[in-house]
Every structure is written in C-alpha cells, then in structure tokens.
C-alpha cells in the first residue's frame, strides 16, 4: 500500500498543441525535393505525346480484337477437335496400309459403271504387277444394283484389270445378292463396266427359289438376268418333298 509521498509514480504528461505545430525549416526542405524532382522529369514532345496517341487508338482496336479472337476459338473448339480426331484416324488408316515393292495392305479401289452405278473392291493384299494388272489376296466386290438392291461377291485370290474394269475370281467364290440369292463356285469373272457376272464352272446356288446346282451361270444386273447353264438339278420351294431330282435344263430364269 503505498501513501501519497513523493516517491509515488506519476502519470505521463497529457499532449499538448505545441507538439504538433509545424516546422518552417522541415516543411521548406520538403518543399524544395518535390520542385527538384518535377524539373528533373523530362517534359514529353510533341513526337511523344503523338506516338502515345497512337498507342492508345492502337489499344482501342487490338484489346476488343483479341477479345473476339478469344471467344471465337471458344466457340469453334468443338470442331476443331472433330477435324484433329478425322485427321488420328486417318493417320492411324494409313499407318496400317504398308506399301513396299509393290505390295499394299488395305487396298480400295473405287469406280463406277457406264450406268453410272458405283461398285468398291476390297482385297487384304495386294501386288501390283503391272501398270494395269492388280493381283489381289481375299478380295471383295461390293456392287450397287440401282433401286437401293446390291451384291457382294468375294474369293480367296483375284486378278483386277483397272483400265478394263475386269476383275476374275478364283478359290472360294460366293455370291450374295440382297434378294436372298447366295450362289458358290470355284470361278467368276465380272465385268464391271458392264454389271455382268458370269462362271463355267460348277456352281451350287440358294435362295427364295430354292437349290440349284449347275454348270455355270450368267449375271446381268442391269437387265436383271440369272441365268444356270448345263445340267442342273433343281428343288423348286413350291415342289413335293418326295419330287425327287428335277429333268436337267439348258437355262433357268
């Protein structure tokens, strides 16, 4: 406890006015830095002040300009990555053909006949032999026959004439059209400028008629023609169980 003596800790003194007031010498001093530190600025010319300008009209157009750039790509990004996918695929198709010493993998020839009607032949291998003959591994043809009909005819081994257009089939021949008729042979040769398909040698036929077995055949497909030629040996689907083998025909429609 301690009594009200001298020894007693005394309050700091309050603030006084005179504490804040201003000095002459400090504030002159102050003063005179900012006036040298605006004369040391160099003042802009005129060329200055015009290139500024320039930059500024510059800003105007370039700034709205790279912002539209921007939302356009936004906007068209979807399509580019469609084209950047097309563009793997593709190179990816192409990495899988390999040509060499003639030799190509993957080969699709392309043409159309003098009807105008597109036909497409495949092949797992290919040799080209000459500027014209094309020798061809597990070929196939895919024909269009007009009125949305088509046929699809496929061997083991093939021989494709471009100029001519010829293509000849030997190995295991099958025929398929898109009636239903399926016929297999040994041997076909087409003409496929003309849409003609045509054998001589033995074929074994099926389809809404019923079974054929034959020497040969004949194939229009324009004219819509199937012709068996030789003996043959029918079973018609609207014939008896117990008809038995049929008299053999020169020609069956």
């Not at 004949?218 to 083998?245: C, E, K, M, W, Y």
Request: glycine share 8%.
């Amino acid at each position: 406890m301690t009594d009200g003596g001298d020894n007693a800790p005394q309050p700091p003194p309050r603030p006084q006015r005179e504490d804040f007031a201003r000095d002459p010498a400090r504030l002159a001093a102050i003063r005179e830095a900012i006036q040298e530190r605006a004369h040391s600025r160099p003042v802009p010319s005129a060329a200055d002040l015009a290139r500024r300008r320039s930059l500024l009209d510059a800003a105007k157009w370039v700034l709205p300009g790279l912002a539209l750039l921007l939302l356009g790509s936004i906007a068209v990004w979807p399509e580019l990555s469609r084209l950047m996918n097309e563009n793997r695929a593709a190179l990816r198709e192409m990495a899988r053909t390999k040509v060499e010493s003639g030799n190509m993998e993957g080969a699709v020839y392309r043409g159309v006949d003098t009807h105008g009607r597109p036909y497409m032949i495949t092949a797992r291998l290919t040799h080209q032999t000459g500027p014209d003959r094309v020798d061809l591994t597990d070929p196939e043809a895919d024909i269009f026959l007009g009125a949305s009909g088509w046929a699809d005819i496929r061997a083991d081994h093939g021989v494709y004439m471009q100029h001519e257009q010829t293509l000849n089939l030997w190995g295991h021949v099958v025929l398929y059209r898109d009636d239903g008729t399926l016929m297999n042979g040994s041997t076909a040769d087409l003409d496929l400028k003309r849409s003609v398909v045509a054998s001589d040698d033995g074929v074994h036929a099926e389809g809404p008629f019923g079974i054929l077995d034959a020497q040969g055949y004949f194939l229009d497909q324009h004219a819509g023609i199937l012709q068996f030629t030789g003996p043959q040996r029918v079973i018609r689907n609207d014939d008896s169980a117990d008809s038995g083998s049929r008299t053999p025909k020169s020609n069956t429609p």
